[in-house]
């Protein structure tokens, strides 16, 4: 397909096609849903963890973009990340985070843009350990997550006791365990937050493939990671 036949943006350079699937009533609304949704979205770098990068929304204040390589070499975390959301996303299950759309595929052309974000608001240092962080080579497979922004991360919910919050975030993982049969690990406080009603949210995690925990034992693993 010739850049710009899909130039949903007016820059000259193809979207993806995102617009375009809307009006083949063939498809399902996953199959509608490829890079070029995402990019109309991702605006500017907001953080990054260890295997992932987030950015703000250039539609909504309440949205933030995580992307994240899941070829990567140190392990299969990501891959294991991805076949979760897929399964699990539209379920709505109390204590995960809300998200609204997953993608996992390539977008070789959208790599140079996505650095470039990250350029325009950050200094070279962040600029190079987000390059190091993504590792994006050609044909690399990627996971794109649209979720809600959490206004309070880790422990940080001014109305709420540190013991409270912690028990709340206990629960969540017990429930996202009782709910999808998935032991839940690395529940540092970087990978969980609050809302402003105060209901926890987990938004990145590790898939443990040890015994199920209790709720005793997602609230010691939650204190002993804080």
Same mark, same amino acid.
């Given at each position: 397909m010739p850049t710009g036949e899909n130039d949903d943006f007016g820059d000259g350079v193809d979207s993806g096609g995102v617009y375009d699937a809307h009006f083949d009533d063939k498809r399902s609304d996953d199959e509608r849903i490829n890079w070029g949704y995402f990019r109309a979205h991702i605006d500017l770098y907001y953080d990054m963890g260890e295997y992932g990068v987030i950015y703000t929304d250039k539609r909504s204040p309440y949205h933030v973009i995580k992307i994240a390589n899941l070829d990567i070499t140190d392990g299969d975390s990501n891959y294991e990340m991805a076949d979760f959301l897929l399964e699990n996303w539209k379920r709505n299950i109390e204590g995960l985070v809300n998200i609204t759309c997953v993608y996992v595929g390539t977008c070789d052309?959208?790599?140079h843009e996505l650095f470039m974000k990250i350029s325009r608001t950050t200094h070279p240092d962040v600029l190079q350990k987000a390059r190091n962080v993504l590792? &994006? $080579?050609?044909g690399d497979e990627i996971l794109m997550v649209r979720m809600e922004h959490l206004p309070y991360l880790g422990l940080t919910h001014p109305d709420l006791s540190k013991e409270e919050m912690?028990?709340?975030?206990?629960?969540a993982a017990y429930n996202i365990s009782i709910q999808t049969g998935h032991q839940l690990e690395d529940?540092?406080?970087a990978n969980y937050g609050f809302r402003k009603d105060g209901s926890?949210?987990?938004?990145?995690?590790?898939?443990?493939?040890?015994?199920? &925990? $209790?709720?005793n034992g997602y609230r010691k693993q939650i204190t002993d990671a804080s």
């Open positions: 052309a959208f790599h590792d &994006l $080579d050609e912690v028990k709340r975030v206990a629960e529940l540092k406080p926890a949210a987990i938004f990145d995690f590790n898939i443990s493939h040890k015994d199920m &925990l $209790d709720l």
